[in-house]
């Protein structure tokens, strides 16, 4: 695997792949990779020969008092484990590759940012939507990979491609958990021990409120979430959202309940936020 902190390097070596006819899949992350993100680059290697991956903790995506300063940081690791999965090039630039001036011009979303996850993180989606665009100028890729856990962003970045007239595809995969369920996530490290015994709780919890709408219908998804999330609070948790929402845009079901719903989910176990989300 070849790594590169410079795009003008990366773009060099991608056109000669390009030159010898190959695709270019794509898999960006923030890096301290799991098998979550492993299973992204595997994956990868089903849609094009060439599989590129980019570490980068984005600190446009943080807010004022958030954890960019404590974001665990391994790129050696990472390294180790993305040319055990095949990855044939890493980026990995540092700030000023890919600020090199103070940022004026942004990707700035529309309604969809300030919703579920914007609404608690103002600005996380201009900073995801700006980095990523970047990210996909630098590579220039056939494909990309994002996973599901992530519901909102995979939802905006797709939208952004369509919008923006990328030649890119965007494929989301579905989310890799623990064997107890816990969606698998870099900031899973910040928990103790006694919090990821209880972690679970949060899969579990959305498990049980789908299996309750589908039971006594859409009428009921005001009763039934309020009560899943009450369940939450008894057991230690401080809620954000817990919400059942369209797929196609995460607004509130409509009254006909004809649309395909998700349950999406952010709550604070200590000081570990943890998003989830099940589609119904």
């Known amino acids: 695997m070849q790594t590169f902190s410079r795009i003008a390097d990366l773009r060099q070596a991608l056109q000669q792949k390009r030159a010898q006819g190959e695709k270019i899949a794509f898999v960006p992350t923030m890096g301290n990779l799991h098998e979550g993100h492993i299973a ?3 994956a990868a290697h089903t849609h094009a020969p060439t599989v590129v991956a980019s570490v980068f903790v984005n600190r ?24 055990a999965a095949g990855v044939h090039l890493l980026f990995a630039p540092d700030e000023r590759e890919l600020y090199p001036e103070p940022q004026g011009y942004f990707v700035d979303p529309p309604e969809l940012q300030h919703l579920l996850e914007g609404e608690f993180r103002p600005g996380h989606f201009r ?8 990210l996909f100028n630098a590579v220039q890729p056939n ?4 996973g599901k856990k992530d519901y909102q962003q995979l939802m905006l970045i797709r939208a952004m491609t369509r919008q923006l007239l990328l030649p890119i595809e965007i494929i989301g995969m579905d989310t890799v958990r623990a064997e107890d369920g816990l969606a698998l996530s870099s900031r899973n490290s ?4 006694a919090e990821r015994a209880e972690a679970p709780r ?18 009921a998804i005001e009763a039934l979430t309020a009560a899943a999330q009450e369940n939450l609070a008894q057991h230690g948790w401080k809620t954000d959202y817990l919400a059942v929402r369209q797929q196609s845009d995460l607004h509130p079901p409509s009254p006909d309940g004809a649309q395909k719903l998700v349950i999406v989910a952010a709550s604070r176990l200590g000081s570990t936020r943890l998003i989830d989300n099940l589609e119904i």
Do not use: W
């Open 127 to 134: 900073g995801v939507a700006t980095v990523v665009l970047k």
């Open 190 to 193: 910040y928990l103790s021990p």
């Open 40 to 42: 992204l680059m595997q």
């Open 143 to 146: 494909v990309a990979l994002f």
């Open 60 to 83: 446009l995506q943080f807010g004022p008092g958030e954890d960019f300063d404590q974001y665990p940081r391994t790129l050696q690791e990472d390294q180790a484990k993305l040319a």
């Open 202 to 219: 949060l899969y579990r919890t959305l498990n049980e409120l789908r299996a309750a709408i589908l039971r006594d219908g859409t009428g």
